[in-house]
């Protein structure tokens, strides 16, 4: 049974980069892609972007010139980084796994999840 | 605004059958995919791809589509089924993904 987690530090100043790391343990790490997807307190998802186990990345326009993912596939890790943070940036953010095919996509399985708060 | 729209919230009373819409161009072009997610803990999969459980996932959840929208619908809704539910597919482009606002389904 494959499972994530997300680890890295819970709180951030404003105006600094925000960075996480999701580990996967129990399954496979290549041949999927790998995605970041927050949620604001009392609000919806949203996703951030995605990277391939080959290093190829898209992301969420709304957010693409402050995001930058990466992966350590010896770790069987990926990576967030979220620049510039403002207190809109304050929310659970969640890593999957995601399965990506011509016309549909899924995310499974997620993280549990990592609360990270951005001080003023 | 998201190019998926949700109803915010439906009810059902415990037992019966509720369907929950998710609408949005891009569906006449890709399948959506649906999920649970009770307060405090992380989204879980329900339907993905034409109408596709993953296991573990009770067959009362089924998946369909027709146009612009797509449905998951509860047949039997039990008391646990109280969740907040939110679809997922591609935006207009077809290169990004998006989720839905999410529906909030209470069982009475």
């Known amino acids: 049974q494959e499972q994530l987690q997300e680890s890295g530090p819970g709180l951030v100043k404003a105006s600094e980069t925000l960075s996480l790391t999701c580990t996967v343990s129990g399954g496979s790490f290549s041949s999927y892609y790998w995605s970041w997807i927050r949620q604001s307190a009392g609000k919806g998802l949203e996703w951030i972007g995605r990277i391939y186990f080959s290093g190829s990345t898209n992301y969420n326009p709304s957010l693409k010139s402050r995001v930058t993912m990466s992966l350590d596939t010896s770790k069987n890790q990926f990576s967030l980084k979220l620049r510039s943070v403002t207190a809109a940036d304050t929310a659970v953010y969640y890593c999957a796994r995601a399965v990506f095919g011509d016309n549909m996509n899924w995310f499974h399985p997620w993280g549990q999840g990592t609360l990270v708060t951005v001080s003023s | 605004s998201s190019e998926l729209t949700q109803d915010p919230a439906v009810s059902v009373a415990l037992g019966q059958t509720v369907r929950i819409t998710c609408q949005g161009d891009s569906l006449r072009n890709y399948y959506a995919s649906w999920y649970q997610q009770k307060p405090g803990q992380a989204p879980v999969l329900v339907i993905y791809g034409k109408n596709s459980r993953p296991s573990g996932i009770p067959d009362r959840f089924s998946g369909s589509s027709s146009g612009n929208t797509a449905s998951l619908t509860i047949t039997g809704a039990q008391a646990e089924d109280e969740s907040d539910y939110y679809c997922?597919?591609?935006?207009?482009?077809?290169?990004?993904?998006?989720f839905g606002g999410g529906t909030k389904v209470t069982v009475l």
């Open positions: 997922n597919s591609r935006d207009s482009s077809g290169n990004h993904w998006v």
